[in-house]
């Protein structure tokens, strides 16, 4: 399984950017992603997710109705639309699947245990 991660770079305060997670090596409709985030010294945290199976999303608190995560099954490829950026958001991205069997329902953020495979991660900096 194989994810690549594009869309990130500078941007001003206020701005959007979109990134993408193409996937491939494996069934994308089995697959859930997540994205999550790194900034200098502190923890990666989760910041959405969504089922490839039923369409299920899941946001964090901070970035909720500003991020949307999207799905594009014919694409194989997953979309974190960042809208309203603040310096805050300023981190590394990453996206990550986790593989099922069958349907899957996102019904929490789940922590990076949960994944199995992970992209080589996008930079994003939202400039003040």
């Known amino acids: 399984v194989q994810l690549v991660e594009s869309g990130g770079g500078l941007v001003q305060a206020g701005g959007s950017l979109r990134l993408s997670c193409a996937a491939s090596?494996?069934?994308?409709?089995?697959?859930?992603i997540g994205w999550f985030r790194q900034a200098p010294g502190k923890e990666r945290e989760g910041v959405g997710s969504i089922s490839n199976s039923d369409g299920s999303t899941y946001y964090a608190d901070s970035v909720k109705g500003r991020f949307t995560v999207s799905s594009d099954n014919a694409k194989n490829t997953v979309y974190l639309q960042m809208n309203n950026l603040k310096p805050g958001d300023t981190a590394i991205y990453y996206c990550a699947a986790a593989v099922f069997g069958g349907s899957i329902r996102i019904t929490t953020l789940w922590g990076p245990d949960v994944y199995d495979y992970w992209g080589q991660g996008t930079q994003v900096t939202v400039s003040s």
């Open positions: 090596g494996v069934t994308f409709a089995n697959l859930a």
